[in-house]
């Protein structure tokens, strides 16, 4: 999906319209600004970071506690994962140098970061917690937040015109990979119970 719409970014291509297209009809309607505001404020670093980072916190508390051997590693594979956003959000943003929806100025808006933030941090929060916990309706209601979060901050992205649908979804896609590979890495470090444990 990544490498799908990455390529039809960079090359204008016929995708693209129905990008504008859907980006019109979200932005006409649906959900108030103000609540948009507030979902596309749930990907910024301000507010997404620091939930990832007290879950982190409890959750590596936690498992010293309970004896956990590498207790460290869910916070530290949490860590790597925020790196990389950057790391691969702005090179991709300058290369590609896409322009906003109007009347956002200048370009670098594919891929979004803020829904790469949220994927990462209520991604990796999700996850930390889902090790700790045993119940299987908690675990779902954990899972199905984590979603809500994501898919609202994306929502909230294209409804105030911050970005183009596009833009989402393939952060999305390129970071929900790289959750999926931290949830494996949670596995093979020991971690019982992941998602899909």
Known sequence: MFALVTWQVAVRGPLLERDVALSARLRSGGLPDGVAEVLADLGAVVV???????????????????????????AAG??????????????????????????????GYYPSGHTATAVV????????????????????????????LVAGTGYGLVRRGYH?????????ALFGALWVGYVLFLHRWGERGAPGG
């Open 48 to 74: 997404a970071v620091p939930v990832l980072a007290v879950v982190a916190g409890v959750c590596t508390w936690w498992a010293r506690r309970t004896g956990v051997p590498r207790w460290w590693a869910g």
């Open 78 to 107: 949490a860590g790597v994962l925020l790196v990389l956003v950057p790391l691969l959000v702005v090179p991709l943003k300058a290369w590609l140098a896409r322009s906003g929806p109007p009347p956002m100025p200048g370009t």
């Open 121 to 148: 941090a209520y991604g990796a929060a999700v996850a930390l917690l889902w090790c700790r916990v045993r119940s299987t309706w908690l675990r779902w209601s954990l899972g199905c937040a984590g979603v809500v």
């Open 164 to 172: 183009w649908p596009l833009d989402v979804v393939a952060s999305a």
